[in-house]
């Protein structure tokens, strides 16, 4: 069992960044791969980034790449967004998934995930 809990939410002025932190409890944090999915109202969750086990791959979607960057630490079971350069459009709730064998943008083949934190980007 992995509980994830996300932080570091919050309001921000287009063009500037946050960095969404997700710690996850259990000793075997660093066989899950890990993605971080968004849903904004009235739309469908989507894939935002992810991050194998080792850290040493990583994916994003088009939207963000460029902007985002996930990673990991496996010493502090949490995994890390850092967002840059952020818009609007990038308004949504953000969750945290884990999953063992997941296809990584797809938040329905994940085992685990968080309650989500809220990014609002003002323009």
């Known amino acids: 069992q992995v509980q994830l809990v996300e932080s570091g939410g919050g309001l921000v002025q287009a063009g500037g960044s946050l960095r969404l932190s997700c710690a996850a409890s259990?000793?075997?944090?660093?066989?899950?791969?890990m993605g971080w999915f968004r849903q904004a109202p009235g739309k469908e969750r989507e894939f935002v980034a992810a991050?194998?086990?080792?850290?040493?791959?990583?994916y994003y979607a088009d939207s963000v790449k460029g902007r985002f960057t996930i990673s990991r630490d496996n010493a502090k079971n949490t995994v890390y967004l850092q967002m840059n350069s952020l818009k609007p459009e990038d308004t949504a709730v953000y969750y945290c998934?884990?999953?063992?064998?997941?296809?990584?943008?797809?938040?329905?083949?994940?085992?685990?995930w968080g309650q989500g934190t809220q990014v609002t980007v003002s323009s």
């Open positions: 259990g000793r075997t944090f660093s066989v899950y791969s």
């Open positions: 998934y884990a999953g063992r064998w997941a296809t990584l943008t797809d938040h329905r083949t994940y085992d685990y």
């Open positions: 991050i194998d086990w080792s850290g040493g791959v990583t």
